[in-house]
């Protein structure tokens, strides 16, 4: 079942496969980071860096070795892929109007879940 995080779901995903979830070290709740992405599956011809939507004061550490880091903001894990199942998670919201080509993103992710 093809499945994408976002925020709490971004951070259960990396708890539940492993890995930690700790305090971000400041709250960011409505502003804006441009975070730099690999431009691989979801992200494939988006702006980078790219401006995104921060709501969140938590954050995954110690990423799982099942996941691939897509993209991050100053060494915070900010997109995810699982190397093998079609799960992708973004720590940011892409369905705000604050983030840069958000809803190209979640269709480019729905495209890329489905053809996993």
Known sequence: MPIIG???????????????????????????????????????????????????????????????VNAEYNGIIMAIRHRDLPICAFQFHPESILTVQGSQLLQQSIEWLLNR
């Not at 070290?25 to 494939?44: P, T």
Request: proline share 5%; charged share 20%; net charge neutral.
């Open 6 to 68: 976002i925020c709490l779901g971004h951070q259960a995903l990396i708890q539940v496969f492993g890995g930690k979830v700790v305090h971000a070290g400041e709250v960011l709740h409505g502003k804006v980071s441009r975070i730099c992405h690999d431009n691989e599956a979801m992200f494939k011809d988006l702006a980078n860096p790219m401006p995104v939507a921060r709501y969140h004061s938590l954050m995954g550490q110690d990423l799982p070795k099942e996941f691939i």
